[in-house]
C-alpha cells in the first residue's frame, strides 16, 4: 500500500533503503549527506559511522558479499578518501545490492571546495550514477538502483546535490515487498582476491586485466539499461533550440518553463551512462542544444562525443562553452541562458557571478576553541610559528580575528603538511591543529608518519568528544555509538603517547594556563601532542554537561578604555562596543569566563 510523507531529502534515501530491504547503511558525516544515518537508524536498519568514508564503503561491501543489500554515504570529499577502494570493487563487483550515496555540494555551500562526483565514479570508476531531479525521484532511483547492482553486480551510484539532500517534499511510501536473501559468504578468490597472478583458464593473462576487462563488457549492458529507465525521457515541443536538463538542473529548466509559460523542447537525462539513443533521437531536431548540468561538463562532453561519432552537426552549450563554469545552477541563470540561446548572445557578465552576503565565520558564544585559538594566538606571536590546520569547527579559526591556521585542505592534512613545513626547512615552530573526529578519519595515520620520521612539530588536538560541525555524530572518541551502545571511548592522548608521541592534556577554557603550556611545548623537541578537552558547549550544554563553571561575567565601565580587544582580537560574538565601552550580551553569554583573561585592565569581571 501506499501512503504521502513530507520528508528531507535524506529521509527519503533513508526510507527507499528501508523498502529496498537494506541490511547495512555505513557512512562518515559530511554536509550535506548526514542525516542519512540517523534516518536509517531510525528504519532499524543496521547503521554506523565509521571512522572514515573508505572504512564505510569497505563495511558496506563487506555486507554486500555475504548477500545482503548495503549503502555507503558520504559527501564529495568523502569520495574522494574512497577511490582506492572505488578502483578495486569496480573490477570485482559485489553480491548483494550495494549502492554508494556521493552527495555532492555545488556552490560549495557547506565544504571546503566544490566538486563533481559523477567523474570520479562514472568517468574514471566507469560505474553507474543515479543524479536525481527531485525527492521523490531520489526515492525511486535508490530502490532501482540496489535492484540493478543485483542484476549488474556493479556498485551502482546515487549523486544527491545539496538541493536535493536538504530540500523537503513529499514521497511515495511504500511497503517493504523485498525478501531479504539468506546470509551466505560464498568464496571466490578469483574474483575477490584483486592480486597480480596468472589466469590459466584465461590463457595466462593476469587477473588486473581480466577483471578490467569483465568491467568494461557490463558498459553495454548498463547503456541498455539506462535507455529503458524512466527517469530519462524526451519532451517535444516546438523551438529552435533543445534543452538538455541533467539532474537538479531539469527541475529547473521546468521552474523555468512555468516562469516562461512557455513549453521548450526539454530531453531529460539523469543517469550515466547515457542513453545514447534517446540523446541521438533528440539532437538530431536541433541545430543549438544548451545542457544544464551540475557541475562540471559531464553530460556536455559526453553528448559532444555521440555527435562527433554519429556525424551529427549541432552546436553544443553547456558548462564548458557558455554558462559559468563554477558555481550552482539556479532557474535565474537558466533563465537567462534561454533568453541568450534564443537570441543567438554570450551569456551577460551579470549571470556569471552570483553575490552571496558576507558573513562573519566564527565559533558558537562559549565554545573552547576560541579560548584554545586565543592562548595559541599569543604563542605565535611571540615565536612566529607557523599553525597547519584542518576540516572541523576550529578552522574558523584561519578567519578574523584569530587568523591562525595558514593551510585548510582536507581530513587529516594538518600533521603531514606541518611536519613538511619542517622538512622543508622552516626554522620557527610549526603546529598543526586538528579535531578529536578528524584525527580518528585520517589524522592517525599522519602522525605515525610524524613520529616515524622523526618531525620536530606540534599537533593540538581539539577534543570535544564529538563531530560537532556536522551534527554532533558519535566518533571512537564518544561515549556511545550512533546506536547509543555504549563503549570504552579511545583516548586520543593515550594513542598518542602508545604511538610515541609526548602528550600533554589542557583544559581550553583556561587560557592562562593553555597559554603557558602551548609556549613550553613548542620549544620542545619531536613531536609533541597537546589535547585541548573541553566538551563541545552547543551539544553538551544541552544534556546539562559543560566543561566550566559558570558565571555572571560583567564590564567595569569605569576600568574599560573602549580599546576593542575583546572584539577585535578575541571576537566572541557576545561581546559588542557600545558608546565606546564593551557590553555583554548577557542573553548570550554563557559565563564561560573566557574573556576575563582577555582584557588586561582587568574590566571583565
Ligand atoms: S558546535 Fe560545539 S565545537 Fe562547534 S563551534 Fe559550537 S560549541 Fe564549538
Ligand atoms: S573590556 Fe577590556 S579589552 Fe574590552 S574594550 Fe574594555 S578594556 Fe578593552
Ligand atoms: S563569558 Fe565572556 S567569552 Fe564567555 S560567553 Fe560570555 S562574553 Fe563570551
Known amino acids: 500500500m501506499s501512503t504521502k510523507e513530507f520528508v528531507m531529502g535524506n529521509e527519503a534515501i533513508a526510507l527507499a533503503a528501508k523498502e529496498a530491504g537494506v541490511s547495512v547503511v555505513a557512512g562518515y558525516p559530511g554536509t550535506p549527506a548526514s542525516e542519512i544515518i540517523d534516518a536509517s537508524l531510525s528504519h532499524g536498519i543496521y547503521a554506523e559511522w565509521s571512522t572514515n568514508e573508505k572504512h564505510a564503503f569497505e563495511v558496506a561491501t563487506g555486507a554486500s558479499l555475504c548477500n545482503q543489500r548495503a549503502m555507503a554515504v558520504m559527501k564529495h570529499n568523502g569520495t574522494?578518501?574512497?577511490?582506492?577502494?572505488?578502483?578495486?570493487?569496480?573490477?570485482?563487483?559485489?553480491?548483494?545490492?550495494?549502492?554508494?550515496?556521493?552527495?555532492?555540494?555545488?556552490?560549495?555551500?557547506?565544504?571546503?571546495?566544490?566538486?563533481?562526483?559523477?567523474?570520479?565514479?562514472?568517468?574514471?570508476?566507469?560505474?553507474?550514477?543515479?543524479?536525481?531531479?527531485?525527492?521523490?525521484?531520489?526515492?525511486?532511483?535508490?530502490?532501482?538502483?540496489?535492484?540493478?547492482?543485483?542484476?549488474?553486480?556493479?556498485?551502482?551510484?546515487?549523486?544527491?546535490?545539496?538541493?536535493?539532500?536538504?530540500?523537503?517534499?513529499?514521497?511515495?511510501?511504500?511497503?517493504?515487498?523485498?525478501?531479504?536473501?539468506?546470509?551466505?559468504?560464498?568464496?571466490?578468490?578469483?574474483?575477490?582476491?584483486?592480486?597480480?597472478?596468472?589466469?590459466?583458464?584465461?590463457?595466462?593473462?593476469?587477473?588486473?586485466?581480466?577483471?578490467?576487462?569483465?568491467?568494461?563488457?557490463?558498459?553495454?549492458?548498463?547503456?541498455?539499461?539506462?535507455?529503458?529507465?524512466?527517469?530519462?525521457?524526451?519532451?517535444?515541443?516546438?523551438?529552435?533550440?533543445?534543452?538538455?536538463?541533467?539532474?537538479?538542473?531539469?527541475?529547473?529548466?521546468?521552474?523555468?518553463?512555468?516562469?516562461?509559460?512557455?513549453?521548450?523542447?526539454?530531453?531529460?537525462?539523469?543517469?550515466?551512462?547515457?542513453?545514447?539513443?534517446?540523446?541521438?533521437?533528440?539532437?538530431?531536431?536541433?541545430?543549438?542544444?544548451?545542457i544544464f548540468e551540475e557541475l562540471e561538463p559531464v553530460v556536455e562532453n559526453l553528448i559532444k562525443g555521440i555527435c562527433y561519432d554519429k556525424g551529427i552537426q549541432v552546436e553544443i552549450l553547456g558548462r564548458k562553452t557558455f554558462l559559468p563554469a563554477e558555481g550552482e545552477l539556479s532557474t535565474g541563470l537558466i533563465l537567462k541562458a534561454i533568453e541568450s540561446a534564443e537570441a543567438n548572445k554570450a551569456m551577460p557578465k551579470e549571470a556569471q557571478s552570483t553575490y552571496i552576503p558576507a558573513r562573519v565565520r566564527t565559533q558558537c558564544v562559549g565554545c573552547s576553541h576560541r579560548g584554545l585559538l586565543y592562548a595559541l594566538k599569543s604563542v605565535v606571536r611571540r615565536t612566529g610559528a607557523v599553525v597547519t590546520g584542518d576540516i572541523g569547527c576550529h578552522d574558523a579559526g584561519s578567519f578574523q580575528p584569530m587568523n591562525l591556521q595558514s593551510t585548510i585542505y582536507c581530513m587529516g592534512s594538518s600533521i603531514p603538511m606541518a611536519y613538511g613545513i619542517k622538512a622543508g626547512g622552516y626554522e620557527k615552530p610549526v603546529i598543526a591543529m586538528i579535531g578529536d573526529s578528524t584525527f580518528f578519519h585520517n589524522g592517525l595515520t599522519g602522525l605515525a608518519s610524524a613520529i616515524f620520521n622523526k618531525a620536530n612539530i606540534t599537533v593540538i588536538i581539539a577534543d570535544n568528544s564529538t563531530t560537532a560541525m556536522t551534527g554532533f555524530q558519535p566518533h571512537p572518541g564518544s561515549e556511545t555509538n550512533v546506536r547509543g551502545e555504549q563503549f570504552q571511548a579511545i583516548d586520543p592522548a593515550s594513542v598518542a603517547a602508545v604511538m610515541g608521541a609526548k602528550t600533554y592534556i589542557c583544559n581550553p577554557y583556561n587560557v592562562e594556563e593553555t597559554k603557558k603550556l602551548l609556549a613550553e611545548v613548542v620549544k620542545e623537541e619531536g613531536v609533541k601532542v597537546v589535547i585541548a578537552r573541553a566538551l563541545c558547549y552547543l551539544k553538551f550544554s544541552r544534556e546539562g554537561r559543560v566543561s566550566f563553571e559558570a558565571r555572571k561575567v560583567t564590564v567595569d565601565h569605569e576600568v574599560c578604555n573602549g580599546c576593542k580587544i575583546c572584539v577585535s582580537d578575541f571576537g566572541c560574538p557576545a561581546i559588542t562596543i557600545v558608546d565606546g565601552k564593551a557590553r555583554i550580551d548577557q542573553d548570550s553569554c554563557n559565563g564561560c569566563g573566557v574573556c576575563v583573561s582577555v582584557c588586561a585592565r582587568g574590566a571583565m569581571k
Not at 574514471?124 to 543485483?150: C, G, R, W
Not at 574474483?191 to 597472478?197: E, H, K, Q, W
Not at 529552435?240 to 541533467?246: D, S
Open 80 to 290: 574522494n578518501v574512497v577511490t582506492d577502494f572505488l578502483m578495486h570493487v569496480n573490477f570485482t563487483g559485489v553480491r548483494g545490492g550495494l549502492v554508494l550515496i556521493s552527495a555532492d555540494d555545488p556552490g560549495g555551500n557547506s565544504s571546503q571546495n566544490e566538486e563533481d562526483t559523477r567523474i570520479l565514479i562514472h568517468n574514471y570508476a566507469h560505474l553507474p550514477v543515479f543524479d536525481p531531479s527531485s525527492i521523490q525521484e531520489a526515492k525511486e532511483m535508490t530502490k532501482k538502483a540496489f535492484e540493478l547492482s543485483e542484476q549488474t553486480e556493479l556498485v551502482f551510484a546515487l549523486r544527491p546535490v545539496m538541493r536535493i539532500c536538504h530540500a523537503r517534499g513529499i514521497v511515495e511510501k511504500e511497503d517493504v515487498t523485498y525478501q531479504k536473501k539468506p546470509v551466505e559468504f560464498k568464496n571466490d578468490r578469483s574474483r575477490f582476491v584483486m592480486s597480480a597472478v596468472v589466469e590459466k583458464e584465461h590463457g595466462g593473462v593476469l587477473r588486473p586485466i581480466i577483471r578490467h576487462r569483465w568491467l568494461n563488457q557490463k558498459q553495454n549492458e548498463l547503456k541498455e539499461i539506462m535507455e529503458n529507465l524512466p527517469f530519462n525521457h524526451i519532451e517535444k515541443a516546438d523551438g529552435e533550440v533543445g534543452y538538455v536538463g541533467c539532474g537538479i538542473g531539469y527541475s529547473y529548466l521546468k521552474e523555468a518553463e512555468s516562469i516562461l509559460d512557455k513549453k521548450l523542447p526539454v530531453l531529460k537525462l539523469t543517469t550515466l551512462p547515457l542513453p545514447e539513443k534517446k540523446v541521438i533521437e533528440f539532437v538530431s531536431n536541433y541545430k543549438k542544444i544548451v
